[in-house]
């Protein structure tokens, strides 16, 4: 169980008379990419949210390396070793990138107070090149962040997201409106920094494709609850899952 | 750009070391007065065009100040002591303001330091004892360095100006280290931030509180400017006096306090003319700048350098070597 | 006993005036985002209005009101939201804030240059004579100001929520993006909202004249109260920001009557701390979530 980096158990939670999430548990080991996928309403988000400790949940409870992560402001989840990537708005668009990725390394090296008297840019420069050449961005590296695609915001909210070696991320929908040459360069990038690091991934994600090639377990959500759970090869054979996005 | 940018400050400089020579002692204390309100809009920057919140309590911290100058120095303290203490003053009240203040939703800052600056003109204008009341403090003697005495008008703006620079390169050093880019962060993607690990709640309440000691230290270089201060000089007027400086000069940009205070003080200076039209030109002014440049001045500018900049050819780094991915 | 129910009534007597202003204010920035920080001027401002109709062009007191009050609805509706206010709306609140109180003060200067720095007497709606009730004395200006402004509140809101304009301006302020697919109007809403206001400043402007006399430093305790009472009352809500100003008013005026006369404001300043730090969303106002 010591490798247990994320544990849910329990899970449920209702908004008025809507059951959002019912009895939902399960486990994320150390250094799988996880997908968690299901139709429209299935719980996917609401399950994510209660993860990052933005909505408590009703009943049961998630921990992040044995530690309790109900209402805790997202910093604090941060300084747990939790990121995130976001669906949109994730940049600082008028900074640069370096500074951007800076920005994402510095609240994890010393004191506010050590920030406050040291480097001008905490001593992080080779690093966040490194994690900027990662990512294959070297040449975007002074740009402001806001003047990138869409696709290499995306690039750079993933290398925001690791900067602070995080033992978990969470992405959220990171394959969404991002074109098929960059998502295989993102997928890419992705698989190898898992390999690389040993970091937990759990990925939200519609794009099935994207899940299947990426993640290496995949749990189903469908009106709250889990209704599979396996390797891509038996999610897409599983009849109880091409129903639940058919429609029975 | 960058040895441009060099230039300007120096000529900045240069002429702000000159400009007293061109002038009588009225043109000095106007000069003087508009660095000492430049170094309390400095203050109102961080908190508002840094970390985006409204603050409407700057004048009662320039009181706070000022009041702590001019009782510790008619006493007989040394200046420098009663910046330490009025500055320290106004940091721990901006802490205490700012904590429950920023725990709920964003513009509620305004609102309490709007209350606050009330109940503080009410303090500075009842409690004699302590204030002096509506009569105010007079004879607020000026500090003397290295034993020369300052009471010459040219010889305080040079310390007044002396103490500015120190203040603004604080102040750039402070924008420019791992806090400054945290305070961007703040401004930009607050909810980004707050999940790299960026604690909001702490930030926003250190730009606020430093925010107030810089309205701390512009107070204890206008008690001894001035020499008789009265509650009238610490009002909510005066609080948005030096929003307007901020948001006029543009906010956010390190420039905009000392455009913004130089307009706004000078203003009045060019509308003497009008007599008692004057105010309603300059707010009739206010109005128009606002309608037209909603931005500031500063924002102006860079909105123009942006447009003639998008006439050159995109000289983007990936552009360069086309597209990669 | 009778002390305390008098300050109550009168309280709640000039604090129904305070609810018009404060519910001009919140419909403001519900509709468009708007901060008025001139809403006290707008107060202040149709009485002169008013007066110049009958003192200057002559006309029967009645009729000056309707001049006025055509005049403000112009002029502090559609002239203040078209030339000022427009321009303004895409960059945030700031501006507005600044620009309203620039306005604020270009409105009390030009009332003191060209009209008169003296209070001007304004002819009451109601007499002055007064009727005992508990021994506490009551003013049929008091109870005349009360049902005034409650006729006008419970009109709006009647208007609000049945007419389709009405309907269609709260569909404006809640979602003005659906509202135009849905094929609202959604710039004259605003315009409307706008008008509204201009209406109920001179509706308060004409009951509180005759109290305060007419001048133009009427506006700064008008609108520094028409703000407390939205922020008190709730931001969001007009049922808050009629609740706000009943509040205020009588707050004031036991504050007035208990405090020392130097403290007076600190009352309904220290009001305000306390709510915005136990309930900021205001006494009425929907909770819009924590902060990050």
């Known amino acids: ?167 978990l991320v969470l992405l959220d929908e990171p394959a969404g409106g991002v074109n098929l040459t960059m998502l295989g360069h993102l997928k890419e990038r992705l698989k190898t920094y898992n390999r690389e690091h040993g970091t937990t991934f759990v990925v939200i994600e519609h794009n099935m494709e994207f899940v299947m090639s990426l993640c290496t377990r995949i749990v189903v959500l469908a009106e709250g609850a889990i209704i599979a759970e396996g390797t891509p090869e038996e999610i897409r054979a599983n009849q109880t899952v091409i129903d639940a996005y058919l429609g029975s | 750009m960058k040895q441009l940018k060099i230039l300007g400050l120096v000529a900045i400089l240069a002429g702000l070391i000159i400009a007293p ?303 990669q991915l | 006993m009778s002390d305390f129910l008098q300050l109550i009534i009168s309280g709640l007597s000039t604090g129904s005036i305070y609810a018009l202003a404060a519910i001009g204010f919140t419909l403001l920035w519900q509709a468009s985002q708007t901060i008025n920080f001139a809403q006290g001027e707008f107060v202040m401002v149709p009485a002169f209005f008013i007066l110049v109709g009958s003192q200057v062009l002559g006309l029967p007191f009645p009729v000056a009101i309707g001049f006025g009050l055509a005049v403000a609805v112009f002029i502090l509706g559609f002239v203040f939201k078209r030339l000022v206010i427009q321009p303004m709306l895409p960059h945030g609140h700031l501006p507005i804030v600044m620009a309203t109180i620039a306005l604020a003060i270009l409105m009390r200067e030009l009332v003191k240059e060209f009209y008169s720095a003296e209070a001007q007497t304004f002819p009451a709606l109601f007499s002055e004579e007064t009727f005992t009730v508990f021994g506490a004395v009551i003013s049929h200006q008091d109870i005349g100001n009360l049902a005034v402004s409650a006729a006008a509140i419970i009109a709006l809101q009647l208007f609000m929520g049945r007419t389709r304009t009405g309907r269609s301006m709260q569909a404006t302020a809640q979602n003005p993006g659906v509202a135009e697919i849905l094929g609202v109007n959604v710039q004259r809403m605003v315009l409307y909202t706008f008008m509204i206001n201009a209406a109920l400043a001179t509706l308060a402007s004409v009951l509180i004249s005759p109290i305060y006399l007419a001048k133009f430093s009427n506006g700064e305790p008008i609108g520094l109260v028409a703000f407390l009472a939205a922020i008190v009352g709730g931001f969001n809500q007009v049922r808050g920001a009629l609740v706000g100003g009943l509040l205020i008013g009588v707050i004031d005026n036991l504050s007035a009557a208990y405090l020392s006369s130097e403290y007076r404001i600190a009352g309904p300043m220290i009001l305000l701390i306390v709510i915005i730090l136990l309930r900021p969303q205001g006494l009425l106002g929907t909770s819009e979530g924590r902060t990050v």
Not at chain 1, 100 to 129: V, Y
Not at chain 2, 195 to 215: E, K, N, P, Q
């Open chain 1, 1 to 167: 169980m010591s490798d247990t980096v994320l544990s849910i158990r329990n899970i449920s939670k209702s908004f008025g008379g809507i059951q959002a999430v019912r009895d939902v548990s399960f486990d994320v080991r150390k250094g799988e990419v996880l997908g968690l996928i299901g139709p429209n309403g299935s719980g996917k988000s609401t399950l994510f949210n209660c993860v990052l400790g933005q909505l408590r949940p009703d009943t049961g409870g998630v921990t992040v390396n044995g530690q309790d992560v109900a209402g805790k402001r997202a910093c604090a989840l941060s300084r747990l070793g939790v990121g995130r990537t976001f669906q949109q708005l994730s940049v600082f668009p008028e900074m640069t990138v370096l500074d951007n990725i800076i920005l994402a390394g510095q609240e994890h090296k010393g004191s506010m107070f050590s920030r406050l008297f040291g480097a001008s840019d905490a001593g992080l420069t080779e690093e966040a090149d490194r994690m900027i050449a990662f990512f294959r961005l070297t040449h975007l590296r002074d740009e402001l962040a806001g003047s990138l695609s869409y696709g290499q915001q995306k690039l750079v909210d993933a290398a925001m997201a690791f900067m602070a070696n995080p033992a």
């Open chain 2, 21 to 323: 020579f061109t002038q009588a002692t009225y043109g000095t204390y106007v000069l003087s007065s508009w660095l000492v309100f430049t170094v309390a809009a400095m203050g109102l920057n961080l908190t508002l065009g840094y970390a985006g919140q409204i603050s409407l309590a700057q004048a009662a911290f320039m009181g706070i100040g000022a009041y702590s100058t001019a009782i510790m120095t008619m006493a007989g303290l040394p200046w420098i002591a009663s910046v330490v203490v009025g500055m320290g003053l106004c940091f721990v009240v901006g802490l205490i303001l700012g904590y429950p203040a920023l725990r709920v939703q964003h513009h509620f800052l305004a609102f309490v330091t709007l209350a606050f600056t009330t109940l503080a003109f009410l303090v500075m204008r009842n409690e004699e004892w302590l204030t002096g009341g509506i009569y105010g403090l007079v004879g607020i003697p000026r500090p003397s360095v290295a034993g020369l005495s300052l009471m010459d008008g040219t010889r305080y703006y040079f310390f007044t100006l002396g103490v500015f620079v120190l203040a603004s390169c604080s102040f750039w050093w402070l924008v420019n280290s791992p806090w400054g880019r945290a305070f961007k962060g703040l401004r930009e993607n607050p909810i980004r931030a707050n999940s790299l690990g960026v604690d909001t709640r702490l930030v926003t309440l250190l730009a606020f509180a430093i925010g107030a000691a810089y309205g701390g230290l512009s107070g204890a270089l206008m008690a001894p400017l001035v020499q008789y201060i009265d509650p009238m000089s610490f009002t909510l007027i005066i609080s948005l006096k030096i929003l307007l400086m901020v948001v006029v000069g543009g906010s956010g940009y390190f420039f905009g306090p000392f455009l913004g205070a130089g307009l706004v003080i000078m203003l009045p200076e060019f509308l003497r003319f009008a007599e008692a039209y004057y105010l309603m030109i300059y707010a009739a002014l206010v109005v128009f700048l606002m309608v037209v440049c909603p931005s500031g001045l500063l924002g102006l500018l860079s909105r123009a350098i942006a447009a003639i900049r998008s006439r050159e050819p995109a000289e983007r780094g990936d552009l360069k070597e086309g597209a």
